[in-house]
């Protein structure tokens, strides 16, 4: 027996089991028999298990060099490294489904067993919506799009992983933007289960915020080394070219942002439920549709796979998932009615509904963007293109628009703000932008749109810095030092200043993107041995070409000196590979160097034997805050994602009382019209708080 024999039998099995716990849950939910549900519980985990083993059976294959396996012999061979090989697993289009089914499976498990967080009317319905998805991903994987194909002849040798993903980042970038597409499942599945139950009150936003959160922190790491790895293996000197597929990933990321920040209008005032209930459905079916995107051949991508019928049934299924959802959204309609009106616009929950405008209407620019070729090649028969400058021109306003509204957000009290204390809360951050916009065009900035940029950028990060420290100012004055004070505000109010830790993230991602887009400087020049080009203060001495060949590869690199400031920095060697299978698709080994905040980008775009070479050099200033903004906004979602400790119950003889002039960023309780502040414990909601909340 092969592998390849247990993978297709442990896939057959999961799809029995998957349909089982449709009808089981349902059955369970309807009549009341809890049994029914304990057994549709276990049938997710029997799922799970099946789907794991059908991985580790293509895993294992590959690791074997079973070439009678289809699926082995087109995306590996004896050459490739063993960590290449095993990455080899969701290479492909059946092996990346697989995947896809794999994590739906063990998220499903894991909520499984921690389904005692979620209401219990809640959990047969969720369990019924992700196995209904797993049914369609198994259906298939075991028709269409089988990953356990044999051949006729086994082959001696395969054909080999796509050149492409012969690179570290390989063995992260896709398998975290997969799992990130999938991770929206069980938002979604919440979703649709509180649709069907009608239970749309704010118990099921505090079920689906730390799920929702865990995709967006996923879906942001997806991005982050998305955006890494184009930087390093494509050669174009850039991290983000608005490539459809890069957009239909970015499509899913914005809604469930929009989504992250509204949630928080509704559970404190009630408002904003059609918002929400809207942006999980859009966050599913967008992840959805980007995988159909990628899937079905339509677009043209370097990252896209190659045309397959499997696109048409992700459009039937994407079809379906909308139009169920759309049904159960308009059943529900009634029980979606605010409970609150706005009492003004300048308050908080103003400000995350200005932010939700602002994301979505992103989202729909860059959707428009992305789908217009296919609209005009079906309306006028000829393909227009979209390029980075229409997402420039459009998304690019709105971008600082957002930035600065980030900034003023916090600064905002709920339900509204007296221009008194607006003034006073944001002159701090408008001297900051002052001084930023006043200074720049002494440091040679001229460009009045990276002026404004940056401007709006140190706005908000003043805005956020001086939050944090008036927050850490009110613990101090009570007892605690500075370091501590600061450690235990994110320890109690993660989601507070977490948030704030992913916004300071953004804003530190935005400028590098500002800086790297309005600053970068390109050169390239055709040199000969001896000769050098200068760019942007760097001087590159050329010595000629090195030449290797091994068995499965030639390697081609340019020998080159870096100088700066008159001193020898050091030697790179910009170069390229022909892989033997794919000869006629040469990889880029870039040269990137660090130096300070700009790095020093080398690039061989062509060469002549041994004695000639066409280098392209680009000076890309502040695209290490790109990566420093990603790393800071995934520890923020992690921090707001945590869980929090248990906390003990907290009587009001135990408040210390001490009034607060500015109650914005200070921890404070309400009751009675009464401010308090609270130095050693945790802020409750007290009996009688009002609901709209006076903090």
Not at 72 to 100: I, R
Not at 237 to 263: C, K, R
Not at 670 to 678: A, D, K, M, P, R
Request: aromatic share 12%; charged share 10%; proline share 5%.
């Amino acid at each position: 027996m092969y592998f390849s024999d247990i993978g297709i039998i442990s896939l057959i099995l999961a799809l029995g089991f998957a349909v089982f716990t449709m009808v089981v849950a349902t059955l369970g939910a309807s009549r009341g028999l809890p049994q029914l549900i304990a057994s549709a519980k276990r049938s997710v985990l029997a799922v799970a298990f099946f789907l794991i083993l059908a991985s580790a059976a293509l895993i294992a294959s590959f690791l074997t060099h079973d070439f009678g396996l289809s699926y082995v012999a087109q995306h590996s061979n004896l050459a490739m490294p063993l960590y290449y090989t095993a990455s080899a697993f969701y290479g492909g289009q059946e092996g990346s489904l697989l995947y896809w089914a794999l994590m739906l499976s063990i998220f499903s498990a894991i909520f499984v067993l921690t389904a005692k967080r979620a209401p219990s009317v809640l959990v047969p319905y969720v369990m019924v919506t992700l196995m209904g998805i797993e049914t369609f991903l198994l259906i298939v994987l075991t028709t269409v799009s089988n990953p356990f194909v044999r051949l006729p002849v086994p082959l001696a040798d395969g054909v080999g992983l796509n050149p492409l993903l012969m690179d570290p980042g390989m063995l992260i970038h896709p398998p975290m933007l997969l799992m990130g597409y999938m991770s929206f499942s069980v938002p979604f599945a919440l979703a649709v289960a509180a649709m069907i139950t009608g239970k749309l009150d704010s118990e099921w936003l505090r079920s689906i915020r730390r799920w929702m959160l865990a995709a967006w922190s996923i879906q942001t790491l997806g991005l982050v080394l998305g955006a890494w790895w184009a930087y390093h293996v494509l050669g174009w000197g850039g991290y983000w070219g608005w490539d459809p597929v890069e957009n239909a990933a970015l499509l899913p990321w914005l809604t469930a942002t929009a989504f992250l920040h509204s949630t928080m209008v509704q559970e404190r005032r009630g408002m904003l439920k059609v918002w929400n209930l809207s942006l999980v459905i859009a966050s599913f079916a967008l992840s959805i549709f980007g995988t159909f995107e990628v899937r079905s051949g339509i677009i043209n991508s370097v990252h896209s796979f190659a045309y397959s019928a499997i696109g048409a049934y992700f459009l039937a299924f994407l079809c379906i998932v909308i139009l169920l959802s759309i049904a159960l959204f308009v059943f529900r309609l009634p029980k979606l009615r605010s409970e609150q009106e706005f009492d003004s616009v300048i308050s908080r929950e103003g400000s995350f509904l200005l932010n939700n405008l602002l994301l979505v209407g992103i989202m729909f620019a860059t959707l428009w963007g992305t789908l217009f070729p296919l609209i005009s090649n079906a309306v006028r028969h000829q393909t227009l293109t979209v390029g980075p400058p229409f997402y420039n021109q459009v998304n690019g306003p709105i971008f600082i628009i957002l930035i600065l509204a980030m900034g003023i957000g916090p600064l905002l009290a709920w339900r509204r703000t007296s221009p008194r204390a607006l003034w006073r809360n944001l002159g701090i951050p408008a001297l900051a932008a002052a001084i930023c916009a006043a200074v720049l065009p002494l440091l040679g900035i001229r460009d009045a749109w990276a002026n404004i940029a940056f401007a709006v950028c140190s706005f908000t990060a003043c805005a956020i810095l001086y939050e944090m420290w008036r927050g850490v100012r009110v613990r101090h004055h009570h007892g605690e030092p500075y370091l501590f004070a600061l450690y235990m505000l994110f320890e109690r109010y993660r989601q507070r200043y977490g948030g704030y830790l992913v916004h300071l993230g953004l804003v530190m991602l935005a400028v590098g993107i500002i800086g790297s887009h309005f600053f970068q400087v390109q050169q390239d020049a055709v040199l000969k041995p001896g000769q050098e080009m200068d760019v942007a203060g760097y001087k590159l001495v050329y010595f000629g070409n090195i030449d290797r060949t091994y068995p499965d590869v030639e390697i081609l690199t340019a020998q080159l000196q870096v100088w700066r400031d008159g001193q020898l920095q050091q030697f790179i060697y910009p170069g390229r590979q022909l892989y033997t299978s794919f000869a006629n698709q040469p990889t880029s080994l870039i040269s990137i160097t660090t130096y300070g905040l700009t790095d020093l980008y080398v690039f061989l775009a062509d060469w002549n034997g041994a004695s000639e070479a066409t280098i392209r050099v680009f000076v890309n200033p502040l695209v290490p805050l790109v990566w420093l903004g990603g790393i800071i906004m995934l520890v923020g979602g992690i921090i707001c994602w945590w869980p929090p400790r248990r906390k003990r119950p907290i009587t009001l003889s135990e408040l210390k009382a001490v009034p607060v002039p500015d109650p914005v960023g200070a921890m404070v309780v309400s009751s009675g019209g009464e401010t308090l502040v609270s130095p050693s414990v945790d802020i409750i909601d007290l009996p009688n708080e009002n609901k709209g909340g006076k903090t």
